[in-house]
């Protein structure tokens, strides 16, 4: 049975697609353990001597010393349990506060018709370009006449004032949403709150997504602002803790400071697994409606 022509060329058309998916395959796989290489490494680190962190007595698997993370958590020095609380403390409370006021500002833009409202939308995207060094000096001196140094307040506040990013990302979502959605339950007796709450708001769910993680994350992480306005020992976030091991005249317990990067990663990684179903579709539909 001979092949014709047009089969040939179906065959070798087939025959390309199974190599180009399966060098795909294979590429993101690669860039998969590329990826996960430096967190096996924290893990490993994390459980292990300082002799097997240093390169001594170096090994690829850990030895698994668990007791790593009891003595993290029993060092009086550093306090480590309290520093994740006062973090957990201000990444919430700052994550609220964007979630709310970024949510109403949001609203406000795209669906209250008002005069000059692109105007206000245009100055509210200018603060992008403001670097935060640039407001530094003037945030510090105004939180220290208020007596807020060595307080959560310079650290949770200025989230409840919005971030321009993220207005601007929910108020695109809230203009790829039918207007007749809106008319239809103000013909109901819903006012914009209810609006907001009951009917928009549900179907925003993956921006707000990408909203609680990216601020959550952001404030988690953040070691420059506790730098500057945590002086209490008692105060310091994790992220202060962490750079509490190291020395600068050697001596640093690597074993300790490996064990509370591992436990300082958890909860960003929890945080993900949950939502990450939210997180990914918000980075799809933002990627398609531009």
């Not at 850990?62 to 009086?76: A, C, G, M």
């Not at 700052?94 to 100055?123: D, E, M, Q, W």
Request: glycine content about 8%; overall charge positive; some cysteine.
């Amino acid at each position: 049975m001979t092949t014709t022509a047009p089969q040939l060329g179906k065959q070798r058309k087939k025959a390309r697609g199974v190599l180009g998916n399966t060098g795909l395959y294979v590429s993101v796989g690669v860039a998969a353990l590329l990826f996960l290489v430096p967190f096996y490494l924290i893990f490993r680190n994390a459980l292990s001597t300082d002799p097997e962190i240093t390169g001594e007595n170096w090994k690829l698997f850990p030895s698994f010393q668990w007791s790593n993370i009891s003595e993290l958590f029993d060092d009086p020095t550093v306090e480590f349990g309290r520093s994740m609380v006062n973090s957990l403390v201000v990444a919430v409370s700052t994550t609220l506060g964007t979630l709310l006021v970024c949510s109403l500002a949001g609203y406000g833009l795209a669906r209250i018709p008002y005069k000059h409202a692109n105007k206000v939308f245009y100055a509210v995207l200018a603060t992008l370009m403001v670097p935060q060094v640039v407001r530094l000096v003037p945030e510090y001196l105004g939180f220290s006449r208020l007596g807020m140094v060595n307080t959560y307040w310079p650290l949770i506040l200025p989230a409840w004032f919005g971030s321009a990013f993220n207005i601007f990302l929910l108020r695109q979502f809230f203009t790829t949403i039918p207007v007749e959605m809106d008319e239809s339950a103000k013909l109901d007796g819903a006012g914009p709150m209810r609006i907001l709450w009951d009917i928009l708001v549900p179907q925003i769910k993956p921006a707000l997504a990408v909203v609680m993680i990216g601020s959550f994350t952001f404030n988690w992480n953040d070691f420059f602002r506790p730098l500057i306005y945590i002086n209490a020992p008692a105060l310091r976030t994790s992220a202060l803790a962490l750079a509490s091991f190291q020395s600068v005249y050697g001596g640093t317990p690597y074993h300790l400071l490996m064990a509370a990067s591992l436990v300082t990663m958890l909860p960003l990684l929890l945080l993900f697994f949950f939502l990450q179903r939210y997180f990914i579709q918000g980075i799809v539909i933002t990627g398609v409606k531009g």
